[in-house]
């Protein structure tokens, strides 16, 4: 079996040709070990209020994925009796000091039983994750695969993030049917989420005839992945190919293609934001790793109340993955009640 083959199983990689995306809300895959020292011991999670109450802690509300995923966590708390949720988080994502902020808030809030939070900035977080986890709160790092956060959580919930990424690489060079392309990549602001986003794809292209000519800094949004793009492109007016780290960097891409009349371009992203699947439906990126937020962050939040009722003992739950391309992005479109924000029409 080769990797892709391995990824596609061992992700439950879905067909959609029946169109709706079917998974039950909390059947999510058994937990995997967490690295040697990086799992927080479940005996250390107190409830002693009525009830239970998830704080959710994304980098920032300017991305729309960041949301999807507070979405998925509300539909389960919805369902239960006397389980609420709440968001907490800055506008933008790089204010790494309003979310730590608001992490020690929620920290010291006796009300609050668990934390699910998502880190771009892992070491400067992990003295704040440590204290909540002393405090007795439930800590899940989501949209992440990190085996050993820089101190111990209770569980971590995401996709393998390098090997989406190298099966996306795949998948791009399957439709170029042996041609050589020069590829450039956007990555994200450093960290492990732009390490192994960006690592799976090169990793995929290496010893290949697809070359890496130039690789900038996109900043995780449309309009900073707009300008590294218009650069990238400028100063390498030959590329064919353009990877991003995520899909608002993607689009920004798009957006410069556009400026510079280079239809010539293949634009790849990772997430699964909805303005890019209908982007692609259009017919402007090419395809994206379809990490489905709404899905992830229901079967986090079935996860974290596992943990507090103790039903499990912590780890990393993956999640299901899928490349969307033309062919079937009007598909995934057709199940809008596993999106957000809804399509902008109805497919």
Known sequence: MNLRQTLLTSVAFVGIAGGAWAEDMCDYAAPTALNDG??????????????????????????????????????????????????????????????????????????????????????????????????????????????????????????????????????????????????????????????????????????????????????WSVEKGNTAAMDLIQANPGVEVIYASNDYMALGAVLATQALGRDDISILGYDGDTGALEDIAAGGMTATSDTSPVIMGRKAACFVLDLIEGKSEGGYVNTPTRIVHEGNAVQVLQAPEDLFPLPSKDY
């Open 38 to 219: 990086a799992q927080a011991a479940t005996g250390t999670i107190q409830n002693d209020q009525d009830g239970i109450t998830i704080a959710y802690l994304p980098m920032g509300t300017e991305f729309n994925y960041h949301i999807a995923l507070g979405e998925g966590i509300t539909d389960v708390t919805e369902t239960r009796d006397g389980v609420d949720s709440f968001l907490l988080s800055p506008y933008s994502g790089g204010d790494l000091a309003g979310q730590m902020g608001m992490l020690q808030d929620v920290t010291a809030r006796d009300d609050v039983d668990a934390i699910i939070l998502i880190s771009f900035d892992e070491s400067a977080l992990a003295p704040l994750v440590e204290e909540a986890v002393n405090a007795g709160k439930a800590v899940v790092i989501i949209n992440s695969d990190i085996p050993d956060f820089p101190t111990p959580v209770h569980g971590v919930v995401g996709v393998n993030q390098r090997a989406v990424n190298h099966a996306l690489a795949d998948w791009a060079m399957e439709q170029a049917d042996g041609a050589a392309r020069k590829v450039g990549v956007l990555d994200g602001e450093p960290g492990y989420l732009a390490t192994e986003r960006a690592g799976g794809f090169t990793d995929g292209i290496e010893g290949t005839n697809w070359e890496l000519v130039a690789r900038i800094n996109g900043g």
